[in-house]
Each structure stands twice: as C-alpha cells, then as structure tokens.
C-alpha cells in the first residue's frame, strides 16, 4: 500500500535494552512499560496501517484500533505504541493473542468482544516532517499536542521526569499487568531496530518442576527445560521454559536428565495432553513484543506442552517426559495468568526441595490495579 508520508512502512521499531535498578541523571523520561503488541501506525487519510515489531502487518486483526486512529489522529502521522486489551484485572495479554487468527468472521467477533486500545508513546513523522531526527523531548511535547484531544480507546502514555514518582510507577502498576519501566534520554533520536533505550523489569525467583525437555534445533544436546509448578488440586500445570544455557552446559544436562528420562507418557502428568494440536491461547514470539516460547493452554487453563504454534506450524515442539522430581530455581519478570508470561533464567538446581513443594503459593501477586488508574497519573 503506497502512502504519501515523509516515514514510510515497514520500520522497525527503537529498541530498549535492560539494566537493573531505575537509573538516575539529569535529562531522563520515565514511561510505564505496557505488554502488549508493539506497533507502529502508518495514517495517511483515509489509510491506516498497522506494522508490528518484525515490522509484519497488523491492520486486519484489529479493525476497531484502524477506526479508532482514523477519529483520533493526524490525518498525516506515524505514531509509535502499543495495542493493549484492557481486562477486568488489567492487561489481559492472552486476549490480545486471540487476535491473531486468519479467519474475518473470528476477528470481527473479538474485535466486538474483546475490543483493544491504541497506547501512543512517540511521533515519527506529522505532516510533512520526518520527526526521527528530533530530540524525543521535543517528540513527545509534539505527540502530546497532536493527540491532546484523543479519546477512548487512543491514549498517550503517561511520562514523568521525576524518579520518585517512576518507582512508585514501578512498583504500583505492575497491578494492572504493566511490566516495568522505560527510561530515555531527553535528547534521544529515533534510532530504529537499535536498543538505544533503558527498561527495567521486575525480577523474582521460583522453585519449579522439570517435567521434560526439547532437544535443541542443532540435535543432540538439550534445547529447553520445561516447567511445571502445582496447584491447590495438587494438578500440575505447565508454567514455561528455561532455555539460557551455554552449549556446554547444555551438553552437560543430556546426562543430568538421563536418570529422569521416562521412555512413555504413562504415569506422567502431561500423559493426557501428548499429541493435542488445540491452541487457545498464544505463548510463542508473534507480531507483539515477543513471548516465552511455548505454546498455549487448554480451555480449563493448563499448558499444554505439545500444543501446536499458532505462529510457527512447521515448529518442531515436540517433547520428552521426564519423571517430576528434579526441582530447579529459575528467575522471572511476571506472571501472567498461571504462567510465564517470558523465558525464564535458570539460576540453580534445588536438590534440596521436594518437587511437590513447587507450588503456586511461592509465587508474588502484585495488588490488582484498574487500568484506568494509569492513565490518570
């Protein structure tokens, strides 16, 4: 689709690299970090386009956020952001996953159901003006000014200059499902496909079950550690991956899970998941910002292992059952649901604990937050 804008599709989004604890200077905007599906929307007139993180188009899986953008913003802009599907708890990311379906007949009705807002947080370009070249200071008092009379489900994001306030962000709206903190210079370019940005994310640790493993792409070494923590019904539910590991190490695990290697599903407690090809909800990295590399859950809420990729079909995510006794430390920003909502870091093994003990009571709620309450900071 041709457009007459000074910034053109596909672009590839600025990027934010991570660091540990909110850093602090002179010339620093804090934002919310949101999780949802990064994108950047293209409208020239009548035309809207939705281009996503790996810079594939969004545009017909979310047609109320394409009509909502036509009432709401420059005819002639490029705006930066992310779509978002406010919950009754927050950020409902596994909503927002369900978009991506190729039928119409299916995306018209969640469109209706599930409807998702546009959250703005940089200007590319506005009118004739290429705005990439600009201090985001001066971006964001633009974007500001462009949208300062937006509506519902269009929204700039909140953004402060002073630290007090982004740590008390930091820790309160986690609540409503938002995941940390962006940092950016004053005086910062819009540079694209470059981690030029700071974020700081929650990070806490938790006891899980390995319950089986993936063979890495390369063959004969493990790929991946699957998780499983129980709950109140002592069922034990699939929770995500561990996947960072040197290939040394990953070497090393081959023998350290042959003791542990069950050589059929009878007994296991995935037994009855094995071959299931139903997905209801998205785990894999897609259009949005990028997920933890599973694939989804069953209707009642358990992770199914073996689950077809609703964005890979010819993923090989195929697994091996291993008994659930070994137990594993790992660290993880957020939960999302019942599970992961990204990868896990493997920090330790815990010969020490007892894998029934690896329950879902070790795990941290934030208190819930309504969404609306971050955007009247």
Same mark, same amino acid.
């Given at each position: 689709?041709?457009?007459?804008? #000074?910034?053109? #599709?596909?672009?590839?989004? $600025? ?27 293209? &409208? ?61 007949? &299916? ?11 546009? +959250? ?46 982004? =740590? ?28 030029? $940005? ?72 995935? =037994? ?63 939960? =999302?649901?019942?599970?992961? &909502? ?31 309450? +971050?955007?009247?900071?």
């Amino acid at each position: 689709m041709a457009l007459n804008l #000074p910034v053109n #599709p596909p672009v590839a989004p $600025m990027l934010a690299k991570a660091t540990s604890g909110l850093p602090v200077g002179d010339g620093l905007i804090y934002e919310p970090k949101w999780d949802g599906f990064r994108c950047i929307a293209f &409208r020239d007139g009548d035309e809207v386009v939705l281009g996503s993180r790996n810079e594939r188009p969004l545009t017909r899986y979310f047609p109320e956020v394409v009509e909502a953008l036509r009432a709401n913003v420059p005819e002639r802009s490029v705006i930066d952001g992310e779509i978002i599907i406010a919950g009754d708890e927050g950020l409902d990311f596994d909503s927002l996953t369900q978009r991506i379906h190729p039928a119409d007949s &299916r995306v018209k009705r969640l469109a209706e159901e599930t409807p998702a807002s546009f +959250v703005a947080f940089d200007l590319l370009a506005l009118g004739d003006a290429d705005l990439r070249s600009v201090a985001f200071s001066e971006r964001r008092a633009r974007l500001e000014n462009a949208l300062s009379d937006a509506r519902e489900p269009v929204h700039v994001t909140p953004a402060t200059r002073e630290l007090d306030l982004a =740590q008390k962000w930091f820790e309160k709206f986690e609540g409503a499902g938002l995941d940390g903190i962006v940092v950016k210079a004053e005086s910062l370019l819009y540079v694209e496909n470059k981690r030029v $940005m700071l974020k700081v994310k929650h990070e806490r640790t938790a006891d899980c079950v390995v319950a089986g493993f993936r063979w890495h792409k390369s063959g004969g070494v493990v790929g991946s550690l699957l998780l499983g923590l129980f709950d109140d019904d002592a069922t034990l539910h699939h929770v995500g991956v561990t996947a960072s590991f040197t290939m040394d190490r990953r070497r090393e695990l081959v023998s350290l899970i042959e003791p542990y290697r069950m050589e059929t599903l009878d007994g296991h407690p995935w =037994q009855a998941w094995f071959g299931e090809a139903e997905v209801t909800s998205r785990n894999e990295p897609g259009p949005g910002e990028p997920g933890p590399g599973e694939p989804g859950y069953s209707k009642s809420g358990s992770r199914k292992p073996g689950a077809a990729s609703r964005w890979n079909a010819k993923k090989d995510l195929t697994w091996e059952p291993l008994r659930a006794e070994l137990v594993c430390e790992v660290a993880y920003d957020h939960l =999302q649901g019942d599970r992961f &909502r990204h990868a896990t870091t493997f920090k330790r093994w815990r010969e020490d604990r007892d894998s029934k003990s690896c329950t879902y009571a070790q795990l941290e709620s934030p208190e819930s937050l309504p969404l609306s309450e +971050v955007f009247d900071h």
